[in-house]
């Protein structure tokens, strides 16, 4: 997702990499990035308080909030990883492991690094302010320094570290599954000589067989690992705001991985799009009847049969509504104005920088009395120009293009 996707690919056979523009996942990525803006406003307004600014719903509108939060988090996330996915062979097929993992340390280590040095504070002032009246009560002081260890985390960098993490280990796999070099005294920075798959290649797509067992897999494997990390989890010393998804992330990320090689995006036929479109709706109205009769706690995990119902609805709505979605864009969505070529670039910026944007929106607005989805859509709507605009003007700054 995040802007060290190179839009690249080798075709079988060539003597050199030739770029491409992939302009319907470029597409796809500026929707993903609207909906994460969309969905951190809805948060701040929703009963789910995970974000650096809140004001928790009174109103039963929250619920609808809450509702569109659940859904993005089904799919939105894993889509994210399997588009870094596939972005990830086609760089390295082209440097090589070493200037590989320089360039993914540099196009992801400095916005982490950034973020939390630099953005993350002033995001987060505000909770500061109010920890430290709190404890200015009692007596107690709370040095800026103290509130930042104890409070620390990455926020929506989060992706970013994982996904870091992600491309070093394909880097130390490519690496030690390499073939030797055929020459003696040949440098070990040479890529693989892989067999690439163009973008633009035809080949066949995968079965619905291998469809059905991987959504199958991804269920059940979900569903085992939230018996030991429900969701609801925090792993603080990471910043994983839901660590009950990892497996779904690792699993579209190796999928994105494979994708690539085999060419799997271009090999969908509309009619497997319009199926999944089907089969993530009719699984969503399925669960619905179901969450609404039982706790919303017994879906998080422990082993309940209700967790894997959730499990299985998760994993059904994803794969579902992924293919759906590369159909569509591949299909209607294959081209680029200048408007959207401006929004692409600017993606990953406004990824890395929409916090401070919103919490300033909302902070903005406090003082409209609202029911929450009415103060939801003003922030959202004027928080989608506004990221945009601040990620132009950040970009235009010397160097910063480079990263972002």
């Not at 280590?109 to 302010?129: C, E, H, M, S």
């Not at 010393?237 to 699993?251: A, E, N, R």
Request: aromatic share 14%; net charge positive; hydrophobic share 50%.
């Amino acid at each position: 997702m995040a802007h060290d996707a190179e839009r690249t690919a080798a075709p079988a056979g060539a003597a050199g990499p030739t770029r491409l523009r992939v302009y319907y996942v470029d597409n796809l990525r500026i929707i993903l990035v609207a909906l994460l803006v969309v969905g951190h406003a809805a948060v701040t307004y929703s009963n789910i308080p995970i974000w650096y600014y809140t004001e928790p719903a009174k109103d039963g509108s929250g619920r609808l909030l809450d509702a569109y939060i659940i859904l993005n988090q089904s799919y939105g996330l894993g889509l994210y990883f399997m588009i870094a996915g596939y972005f990830t062979p086609a760089p390295y097929d082209r440097k090589g492991p070493r200037r590989f993992i320089r360039g993914r340390l540099k196009r992801l280590g400095i916005p982490l690094l950034a973020f939390l040095l630099l953005i993350r504070p002033v995001t987060d002032l505000g909770g500061y302010f109010h920890q430290r009246s709190v404890l200015a009560a009692h007596g107690e002081p709370l040095p800026y320094w103290l509130y930042y260890l104890v409070s620390w985390d990455p926020g929506p960098l989060w992706f970013v570290e994982v996904l870091l993490v992600f491309v070093l280990l394909y880097a130390l796999v490519r690496r030690r599954s390499r073939r030797r070099p055929a020459t003696p005294g040949a440098t070990t920075d040479e890529p693989t000589p892989i067999r690439t798959q163009s973008p633009g290649s035809t080949v066949t797509a995968p079965r619905p067989r291998g469809i059905v067992l991987f959504t199958a897999a991804l269920a059940l494997a979900t569903y085992l690992w939230r018996i030991l990390v429900p969701n609801g989890t925090y792993v603080r010393f990471l910043g994983l705001p839901s660590p009950g998804f990892l497996v779904q992330y690792v699993s579209f990320f190796v999928v994105g991985l494979l994708a690539y090689r085999r060419g799997w995006p271009q090999s969908f036929s509309r009619r497997a799009g319009y199926l999944g479109f089907a089969v993530a709706s009719a699984a969503t109205l399925a669960y619905i009847p179901v969450v609404a009769m039982v706790g919303e706690s017994t879906t998080y995990g422990y082993g309940t049969w209700q967790s894997l119902v959730a499990a299985v609805w998760e994993s059904t709505f994803a794969v579902g509504i992924i293919i759906g979605l590369t159909v569509l864009f591949r299909e209607r969505f294959n081209r680029q104005g200048r408007k959207a070529a401006f929004l692409s670039r600017h993606a990953f910026a406004v990824f890395v920088l929409h916090p401070p944007v919103l919490v300033a929106l909302a902070y903005a607005f406090r003082w409209l009395q609202a029911p929450a989805v009415a103060k939801f859509a003003v922030v959202a709507l004027l928080a989608l120009p506004a990221c945009w605009a601040v990620a132009y003007v950040v970009c235009r700054l010397p160097r910063v293009d480079r990263v972002l």
